[in-house]
Structure formats: structure tokens, C-alpha cells
């Protein structure tokens, strides 16, 4: 049986294939490389010493996805990651935004459907809390105040599978709600790899450790957290990426739709990771500190409990081993995989 991973030259997809074929899966990926590249299905080959099937398709072309099923009638299940994800691009671009990742997830799940796979594994993000109530925030907080495109099509894509789930019920479906993915294989072959500036910390700091950039922009001093600066849950990459393998093995044998947070449950504020980042590399991160970037929260972590009771998962990487990482792959890749 294989898993067809889609979205899996991006960043949390390459981390996931690879987890997944060191597991013993057999893994067919695709992927368009809109934001991707190439090189990074030699990497996940490099690390792991084994090969899968890969395409490259447009989720929104059912033609080119059908295909992949017809040629692989032993995919069983889904991991889906595809996806656009930049918060802010997404103010600007709503119609490309709803189109790719609804509709992809939408041609997805039909064409899942037609050969009869009925099993899945979807990326959503702690933004569908919006700004949470409380802290630290649990699966049945209130959802659906997301405050961009990208946000509302998380919540959008959660209410279409609990409805397609609703319809029938042999679909099995397990939703993971990320906090803030972070860090890189140790191998330091694959990480994260923006596009021009960062607009996350972790990757923005990577670059100031490196020389790349003068100095780390801090967004506010006056939200309501230990040190006024914003508060989040930062997760290793792989920690996540075996968190997909504990929610496909279990939704398989449960059956049914749930939705996990995938966090450490420990928020960081943005001075506690220049001090991590500093005591784990050794290297000096300058900041000033600015006003607060507009749409940002002050504080967001997870109660990961029910993935712990459940899907029997929880972090093993503390933020000295993310950071630690995050600087090997910046280090190895100073132009993140090149042109
Ligand atoms: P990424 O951009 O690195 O990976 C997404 C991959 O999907 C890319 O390789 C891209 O080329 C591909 N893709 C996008 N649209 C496609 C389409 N229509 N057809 C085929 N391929 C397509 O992003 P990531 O950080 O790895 O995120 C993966 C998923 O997790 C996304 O759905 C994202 O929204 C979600 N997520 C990410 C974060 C985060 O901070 N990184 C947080 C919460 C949720
Ligand atoms: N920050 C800075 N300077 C920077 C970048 C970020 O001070 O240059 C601060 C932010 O103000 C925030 C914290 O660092 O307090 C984290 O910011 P990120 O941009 O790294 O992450 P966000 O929590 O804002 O957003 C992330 C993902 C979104 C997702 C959201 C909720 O990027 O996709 O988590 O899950 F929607």
C-alpha cells in the first residue's frame, strides 16, 4: 500500500516523506514546485537511501491526479499538504488563494474519492482559532474568526471534510492543527527555504545569525506576555512530520474525523528565541525593537494533550535543538536550494 503525499518537495512535506519512507511506506508525491523546488526530491532520496514515484501536477488539474491514481492502485491514503500559505500574499491575492487550496483540496477529495480512498491527513494551522479566548488552546476552542484568506481557507477546508465525512462515514479523516513549525532535518539537507525576505521569525533570524540581514525586526514590546513580545508555540519540523505518522496509523485503525493540536504546549516569546537561537549557535542576533505588525496576536500555544492521549505523540525537540538545526540548514544552504 502507499501513501500519496501531496505538497511534498515543500518544506513540511519533504520532512513528512522522509519519516514516512524511513518508516517503511511506500510514498508517491506531487507537487507543481510553486513553491518548491526540484532538488529537494534528490535530498529526501540522499537521506533516506530509498525511492519513490513522483509527479509534478497542478492539484487543480483532475486529469494529471486521476492518473497518478490509475497508475497507482495500491494508494490507500492521503497526506495533504498542498497548499499556499503566505498570510499576508493572501490579503492580496484572495482569488488565487480560495481557488488553489479550496478547489485543489475540492479535485482532491473527488478524485479520492472515484478510487475509492477514503483516507486523510490534513495540514490546517492554528489560525483558524483566530485570536484565541484563552491560552493555552484547546481542539474545542472556537473556530472560524480567522483574520486572512489563508486563515478562512483552513476553516473553510475543515468544515468541507467534516461534511464529507458527514456524507459518509467511510470516509476516516484526521485534521492537524500546526502552531509553529520550525527547525530542519539534522542531516541539514532539507529545511525551509522562503522566498526573497522571511516574514517568519525563525527563518528571518537564521538570516541575521548568517550576515544575510543587519538586524531582527521585534513586533511589538506591549502585548500582554512575560516580556511584551509575541508568544508562540514553536514545534520541530520532524516532531511534526511524525505526528502524520501517528494520526494516519491511528485514523486507520479509528476510523472516523478528528482534530489534533500539533505544539510542544510551551510558548516562547520573540526575546526568549533570540536568547535560544544565541545560546544554542553561539552567534549574536541584533534586534530593535518596532511597533506591532498589524493582524499579529500576542499570544498562541497549544494544549497538545488530546494528540498525546490519542494519537499516543508528543515533541521531543526543545527550542535549543530547533534552532540549533534551523542554523545547521543556513549554514549548509546559504541560498536556501539555489535557482
Ligand atoms: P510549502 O509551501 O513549503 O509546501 C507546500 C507545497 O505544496 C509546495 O511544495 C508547493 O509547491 C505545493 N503546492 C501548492 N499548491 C499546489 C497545487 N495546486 N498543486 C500541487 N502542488 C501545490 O508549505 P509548508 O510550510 O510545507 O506547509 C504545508 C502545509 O501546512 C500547507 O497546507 C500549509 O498551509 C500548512 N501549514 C503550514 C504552516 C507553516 O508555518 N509552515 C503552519 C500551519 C499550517
Ligand atoms: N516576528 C517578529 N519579527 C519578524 C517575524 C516575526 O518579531 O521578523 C514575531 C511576530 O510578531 C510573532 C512571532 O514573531 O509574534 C511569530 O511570527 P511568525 O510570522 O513566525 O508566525 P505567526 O505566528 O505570525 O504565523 C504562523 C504561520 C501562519 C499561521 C500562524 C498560525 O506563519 O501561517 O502561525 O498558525 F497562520
Request: charged fraction near 25%.
Amino acid at each position: 500500500m502507499s501513501v500519496l503525499i501531496t505538497g511534498g518537495a515543500g518544506f513540511i512535506g519533504s520532512h513528512t516523506a522522509v519519516e514516512f519512507l524511513n518508516a517503511g511506506y511506500d510514498i508517491v508525491i506531487v507537487d507543481n514546485f510553486c513553491n518548491s523546488k526540484p532538488v529537494v526530491l534528490d535530498r529526501i532520496k540522499a537521506i533516506t537511501g530509498k525511492n519513490f514515484k513522483f509527479y509534478q501536477l497542478d492539484l487543480l488539474d483532475a486529469r494529471a491526479l486521476e492518473n497518478v491514481f490509475e497508475e497507482n492502485k495500491d494508494i490507500d491514503s492521503c497526506i495533504h499538504f498542498a497548499g499556499l500559505k503566505a498570510v499576508g500574499e493572501s490579503v492580496f491575492k484572495p482569488i488565487e488563494y480560495y481557488h488553489n487550496n479550496l478547489t485543489g483540496t475540492l479535485t482532491l477529495c473527488q478524485t479520492m474519492k472515484k478510487y475509492g480512498v477514503k483516507t486523510m491527513v490534513f495540514s490546517s494551522s492554528a489560525t483558524v482559532y483566530g485570536v484565541p479566548e484563552s491560552v493555552p488552546i484547546k481542539e474545542d476552542a472556537k473556530i472560524g474568526e480567522a483574520t486572512n484568506p489563508y486563515g478562512e481557507t483552513k476553516v473553510m477546508i475543515e468544515r468541507i471534510l467534516r461534511d464529507i465525512y458527514k456524507s459518509d462515514n467511510e470516509w476516516n479523516i484526521s485534521v492537524l492543527r500546526y502552531f509553529n513549525p520550525i527547525g530542519a532535518h539534522k542531516s541539514g539537507l532539507i529545511g525551509e527555504d522562503p522566498k526573497g525576505i522571511p516574514n517568519n521569525l525563525l527563518p528571518y533570524v537564521t538570516q541575521v545569525a548568517s550576515g544575510k540581514l543587519p538586524y531582527l525586526h521585534v513586533y511589538g514590546d506591549d502585548y500582554d506576555t512575560h516580556d511584551g513580545t509575541g508568544v508562540r508555540d514553536y514545534i520541530h519540523v520532524v516532531d511534526l512530520a511524525q505526528a502524520h505518522l501517528k494520526a494516519l496509523e491511528s485514523i486507520k485503525q479509528r476510523g472516523g474525523i478528528d482534530v489534533f493540536n500539533i505544539g510542544t504546549g510551551t510558548g516562547y516569546s520573540v526575546l526568549d528565541i533570540v536568547k535560544a537561537y544565541e545560546k544554542a549557535t553561539g552567534k549574536k542576533i541584533n534586534y530593535k525593537i518596532e511597533g506591532r505588525r498589524p493582524g499579529d496576536i500576542g499570544a498562541c500555544f497549544a494544549d497538545p494533550s488530546k494528540a498525546a492521549e490519542i494519537l499516543g505523540w508528543s515533541a521531543k525537540y526543545g527550542i535549543l535543538e530547533m534552532c540549533r538545526d534551523a542554523d545547521n540548514w543556513q549554514k549548509k544552504n546559504p541560498d536556501g536550494y539555489g535557482e
